[in-house]
């Protein structure tokens, strides 16, 4: 079945350094992959999305490219802000399967 | 109101309870799902009703009861739960029937915290 891996954290960083959180997947086809973002205190929200090989899903500062060679997903912004601060998902799915979520890799950004 | 809404935020409950929670969707959504998220686990995936019809039980445990009496609302019954049963629960929506596109819309979660 589908899987995903990713660093379970926490990432601590010192505001404006660089983000970079691994994610791996294991699936049959071709998935859709995603980040999740989760804010304390409050639910799970799309972050990006790519839905095929070499896309490049972006918002709020944050990217991520599909890698089909790799089977990675790896979520990137420059220049981390306090209020990036959060529990990040990387999450697929495929075909007529839910969406699988990885463990989560808790974010603290020190001012 | 907007997005997904859960309630309550917060419940404590006995061994020997039985409680709800609720949730509603103001998306004109036609799935929806109830997941379990525990510390150091990735989320897991109870139960999903599409068109209020149940389309998935993830082997849950009947001590847990899901009811979707409308494509709006859906309730998860408690009854004998276990201390492990504490967890944040959350709620999420999605257009399509399935989550086949991954989209889904989340509400803020109700802890729980079984004694």
């Known amino acids: 079945g589908n899987s995903v891996t990713q660093m379970e954290g926490p990432v601590t960083l010192s505001e404006e350094a660089f983000l970079t959180i691994n994610c791996t997947y294991t699936?049959?086809?071709?998935?859709?992959l995603f980040w999740y973002v989760q804010y304390p205190g409050e639910g799970l929200q799309l972050l990006l999305k790519a839905t095929k090989a070499d896309d490049k899903g972006s918002n709020k500062g944050f990217e991520a490219t599909y890698r089909k060679e790799t089977t990675s997903f790896h979520l990137e912004k420059g220049s981390v802000q306090v209020s990036d601060s959060a529990v990040y998902f990387c999450?697929?799915?495929?075909?007529?399967?839910?969406?699988?979520f990885g463990i989560g890799t808790k974010l603290q950004v020190i001012p | 109101e907007t997005g997904v809404t859960q309630t309550p935020r917060h419940l404590v409950m006995g061994m020997t309870n039985k409680k709800s929670l609720k949730c509603e969707q103001h998306?004109?959504?036609?799935?929806m799902y109830w997941y379990k998220q525990s510390a150091k686990k990735p989320l897991e995936l109870m139960f999903v009703?599409?068109?209020?019809?149940?389309?998935e039980n993830n082997s849950v445990p009947s001590r847990f009861s899901p009811e979707c009496p409308n494509s709006s609302h859906l309730f998860l019954h408690l009854h004998t739960l276990q201390p492990e049963d504490s967890a944040l629960y959350l709620c999420?929506?999605?257009?399509?029937?399935?989550?086949?596109?991954?989209?889904?819309?989340f509400g803020e979660g109700s802890r729980l915290t079984v004694l």
């Open positions: 999450a697929l799915t495929g075909g007529y399967q839910k969406v699988t």
């Open positions: 699936a049959t086809g071709y998935p859709s």
């Open positions: 998306l004109g959504h036609n799935a």
């Open positions: 999420a929506s999605s257009q399509d029937q399935g989550g086949n596109t991954g989209e889904l819309f």
């Open positions: 009703y599409s068109l209020e019809e149940r389309v």
